[in-house]
């Protein structure tokens, strides 16, 4: 407790209520905010999150429920930068509890950055031989799309430790759902992959322009040549 109370009197010094009008509005004043942008709250947050090097995954856990549960976004924020931080202190065992802790109060801020600490830990087990994208079988038949989303994202940044044919496969798998936030995805995942392997993106994009949607495939080529 004492050290969310340190984290609380550094963020309510940085805030800027004015700044938290434009930061509501921008996520449709879905959640509350202290008006702490990105920088400032990395700042802030920076003494607290050096308090727990050394921590165990339990309590990294622990302490990410608790701020996720406080009312002013920039505190699922911080959450995330944690995580990120402290990412080789977590497994794919915890891969279940990472979901489930994006489900609560989901909007695509929080989902895509806990898509990125997911996607850290499965490269990691890639790393050493595993299995990565097994545990997101059970995230690309969700039925909460926000986890289906962040199963579509997970190996953005992997370059050429991405599975061409996993992403293709799951692409395709979700190009019928009408969400935008899927399709979104789907576009987002293949133009990132586009940077190691533009070739293969374009070929798949322009095979599959009947079933891929008009977002995803504008996505997927943003940055291809016309």
């Not at 061409?164 to 190009?175: K, P, R, S």
């Amino acid at each position: 407790m004492q050290l969310q109370t340190a984290l609380t009197a550094a963020l309510e010094a940085a805030a800027d209520p004015a700044r938290a009008a434009s930061m509501q509005a921008y996520l449709r004043n879905q959640f509350v905010f202290l008006g702490v942008a990105a920088p400032q709250r990395r700042l802030a947050a920076n003494t607290w999150l050096a308090r727990l090097q050394g921590v165990g995954s339990d309590v990294l856990l622990e302490q990410a429920q608790l701020l996720w549960q406080q009312p002013q976004r920039e505190y699922q924020h911080v959450a995330l930068d944690m995580l990120a931080r402290y990412q080789r202190q977590l497994g794919t065992a915890h891969v279940p509890a990472l979901l489930a802790l994006a489900r609560q109060r989901a909007w695509w801020d929080s989902v895509d950055g806990m898509a990125g600490v997911i996607g850290d830990v499965l490269q990691a087990e890639l790393r050493r031989g595993g299995d990565a994208h097994a545990h997101m079988d059970d995230a690309m038949r969700h039925t909460d799309f926000w986890l289906r989303r962040i199963a579509m994202l997970h190996q953005l940044g992997w370059r050429a430790n991405t599975d061409a044919g996993w992403l293709f496969d799951a692409a395709l798998a979700l190009a019928q759902e009408d969400e935008f936030f899927i399709r979104k995805a789907i576009g987002w995942a293949l133009r990132d992959y586009a940077r190691h392997a533009p070739e293969d993106v374009v070929a798949f994009t322009i095979a599959h322009r009947q079933r891929l949607s008009l977002l995803s495939r504008r996505e997927a080529l943003k940055h291809q040549p016309r």
